[in-house]
């Protein structure tokens, strides 16, 4: 009994450490969105996986960080997703902590990942140029 407790601590503490500061949106979620043209993809994985594949309709965050306004919509409750690589990974963070920095206030995090996306059986587009 108290290694099943240790593991639920231990799960509960990790779920914590992983749930980060901006809700979660799940694949259904974010597909039903995308459908209703209501969201803003920022893909924070890099250049080199942005370029490989990602979800249709995501922006590059690495290469328009430094002009984000320039890309976003101007309404300020637009809703903004970013993502990563998967559930672990952190990277999302920086994407959504500048969406939120300049005035955002409906920014969620698809934790699932690019690799949760394709996992899912869901379609990657390859990056043209930047």
Known sequence: MKKILALCAAACLTATVYAGDFQDITIKELKSDMAAKKVTLLDANGTESWQSGHIPGAINFEVTESKLTSVLPKDKNALIV?????????????????????????????????????????KTEPGSGT
């Open 82 to 122: 970013a993502y990563c690589g998967n559930p672990k990974c952190t990277a999302y963070q920086a994407a959504a902590k500048a969406a939120k920095k300049l005035g955002y206030t409906n920014i969620k995090h698809l934790s699932a990942g690019i690799s949760g996306w394709k996992d899912a059986g869901e």
